[in-house]
């Protein structure tokens, strides 16, 4: 059985280098084969600063882009987020777009992809954890930090030394056993809230 892996795309800014990071991803889980890889780029959503009126866990949205991006973050199993590291957190557009759901990232694991200089990202991961652990995603130890990534870049693609390439194996093995346990809680969790 294959779980839907959503990899977020965190940067919106113009010339980005995020999608190139995420396209080398997908290809590395559609080979793993314990994945559906599905590339989810928050710059498509168009999300505003979060402006729905009532408290996201009562799912209660009244916008036409919440709901979509509702829809598509509750459909997905489990989370690899590519991030670069702006002033050693996550990109704003990245803290909004968790910031606008709930009950839809409850109980699912979650990766990094970071990229960045000297850390590889490192700083921008480990603060993003505590929002994360808020909405109840559980984000896992194992990482894929590329350091000063534009060495990793040529002819408009990623290409990573074996380091990496090693470390992406690593964390989808485990993305996969936490995938597995957390679909218990999620059925649970839901006929709870239902009753």
Do not use: C
């Not at 390439?165 to 709870?192: V, Y």
């Amino acid at each position: 059985m294959t779980h839907k892996l959503h990899i977020i795309i965190g940067s919106t800014r113009p010339g980005r280098v995020g999608p190139l990071f995420a396209k080398w991803f997908a290809d590395v889980a559609r080979e793993h084969g314990k994945f559906e890889p599905v590339v989810v780029d928050i710059a498509e959503f168009n999300l505003p600063l979060f402006d729905e009126p009532k408290h996201p866990r009562l799912g209660q949205y009244e916008n036409e882009h919440t709901k979509q991006w509702s829809q598509t973050i509750s459909e997905g199993d489990a989370f690899v987020f590519v991030t670069p590291e702006y002033n050693y957190f996550i990109p704003a557009p990245l803290v909004n777009a968790i910031t606008y759901l709930s009950t839809e990232w409850n109980y699912k694991p979650a990766g990094f992809l970071s990229y960045g200089g000297v850390s590889g990202g490192l700083r921008a991961v480990e603060s993003a954890k505590t929002l994360m652990n808020t909405v109840k995603i559980v984000p896992i130890p194992e990482g894929v930090p590329v350091p000063n990534y534009p060495q990793f870049l040529a002819d408009g693609q990623f290409k990573p030394n074996d380091l990496i390439a090693a470390g992406a194996k690593t964390m989808l093995d485990e993305l996969d056993r936490w995938t597995g346990a957390l679909k218990a809680l999620r059925p649970a969790k839901q006929a709870a809230a239902a009753a």
